[in-house]
């Protein structure tokens, strides 16, 4: 008689995450080469959704990253805040990593996101499933492909 074994796997998800602009920019133009956080997710993740804070308020990139690492772990010292985050030097104690970035050709502004979505800003993160209509519509427009590749 065979035992069945029954394996939980929890299917990495996506969140949407507030940057702001400067950080965006480094992520964008390969200078910064991880997302550091104080805190994250319950579930992994797959991707982060950057909704970029004001001045420029629009949700405008989607990032592919890799899985959480947590300080003391040390990572490579290729991107603006790595070397502070492996001495330890950094608030935030997870870093993910960029592995893929996507651009929206437009940038969703805030006042469409919250009138058509009822999105705000992220405090924290949020998981993108809250926001499925949001997720199809992002899906719909034309993006900016391959920014990084790593």
């Not at 405008?60 to 959480?68: L, M, S």
Request: avoid cysteine.
């Amino acid at each position: 008689m065979s035992e069945q074994i029954r394996m939980d796997f929890i299917e990495p998800r996506d969140i949407f995450l507030s940057i702001r602009p400067k950080f965006a920019e480094l992520i964008a133009s390969r200078e910064k080469t991880y997302e550091f956080r104080r805190y994250k997710p319950k579930d992994p993740v797959k991707r982060i959704w950057l909704y970029v804070t004001s001045p420029v308020s629009e949700l405008k990139y989607i990032a592919e990253v890799g899985d959480v690492v947590e300080h003391p772990t040390q990572i490579p010292e290729d991107g603006i805040g790595n070397a502070d985050f492996n001495k330890g030097l950094k608030v935030s104690k997870f870093g993910f990593p960029i592995i893929h970035l996507d651009e929206l050709v437009e940038g969703i502004p805030i006042s469409e996101l919250r009138s058509k979505f009822n999105f705000n800003s992220p405090q924290g993160f949020i998981y993108t499933d809250t926001f499925q209509e949001l997720v199809d519509y992002v899906k719909s427009r034309e993006m900016r492909l391959s920014l990084i590749h790593i």
